[in-house]
Nanobody, 123 residues
Framework: QVQLVESGGGLVQPGGSLRLSCAASGSITSINTMGWYRQAPGKQRELVAAFTSGGRTNYADSVEGRFTISKDSAKNTVYLQMSSLKPEDTAVYYC?????????????????WGQGTQVTVSS
């Protein structure tokens, strides 16, 4: 079992900044991918930024150059620094992690989601 807890959302004016955090806990053997997705009202959930299994970073075109994903592997934590925020960035932001867990003495894959944190960009 792997749990993800997000924090850092809130209300910010256009052009402002926010930093999201996501901490993974539980029986973690490995984290192969970890990143951020978002879902705006009436829209599908979409990738924002993520670390791939090869250690690279992927960004949505809409956030490239404005958002930066980083991580602290020792703390199993990933961050999303969001700058130059726009109203269209308003959404619930979800953390996702996938890898291998050792649960009840058995290695098995996991694909976990956090509960989501609201980001609202409005004047």
């Amino acid at each position: 079992q792997v749990q993800l807890v997000e924090s850092g959302g809130g209300l910010v004016q256009p052009g402002g900044s926010l930093r999201l955090s996501c901490a993974a806990s539980g029986s973690i053997t490995s984290i192969n991918t970890m990143g951020w997705y978002r879902q705006a009202p009436g829209k599908q959930r979409e990738l924002v930024a993520a670390f791939t299994s090869g250690g690279r970073t992927n960004y949505a075109d809409s956030v490239e150059g404005r958002f930066t994903i980083s991580k602290d592997s020792a703390k199993n934590t990933v961050y999303l620094q969001m700058s130059s925020l726009k109203p269209e960035d308003t959404a619930v932001y979800y953390c996702n992690a996938a890898g291998i867990t050792n649960y009840r003495s058995a290695y098995r894959p996991y694909d976990s989601w956090g509960q989501g944190t609201q980001v609202t960009v409005s004047s």
